[in-house]
């Protein structure tokens, strides 16, 4: 069974950095890619960023580029999202999914960690 758990949300104040985790397991995730999203109260579920497993290749939504970076760790079956210079527009509950390369949607997710950015 996957199953995807993500830690390290809180409450930083504006210009700070979190770094949240996400570590996978029940499958092999060499052929997948996982990505880290966000939703805001309100609002739809927005695309941060994905890796993927085997190469590290990174990929990123505009609108975080230069602020968060995505990383993994093979050893730890664990996916990093680092987050820096952080705004309260970045308040949300972030969650990692995962897909099979090739796969049109991620069909696994966690259950979510809640960042709050106060000014």
């Known amino acids: 069974q996957v199953q995807l758990v993500e830690s390290g949300g809180g409450s930083v104040q504006t210009g700070g950095s979190l770094r949240l985790s996400c570590a996978a397991s029940?499958?092999?995730?060499?052929?997948?890619?996982i990505g880290w999203f966000r939703q805001a109260p309100g609002k739809e579920r927005e695309f941060l960023a994905a890796?993927?497993?085997?190469?590290?290749?990174?990929g990123y939504a505009d609108s975080v580029k230069g602020r968060f970076t995505i990383s993994r760790d093979n050893t730890k079956n664990t996916v990093y999202l680092q987050m820096n210079s952080l705004k309260p527009e970045d308040t949300a509950v972030y969650y990692c999914?995962?897909?099979?390369?090739?796969?049109?949607?991620?069909?696994?997710w966690g259950q979510g960690t809640q960042v709050t950015v106060s000014s």
């Open positions: 999914a995962s897909r099979r390369l090739g796969a049109a949607t991620y069909d696994y």
């Open positions: 029940g499958r092999t995730f060499s052929s997948d890619r």
């Open positions: 890796v993927t497993w085997s190469s590290g290749s990174p």
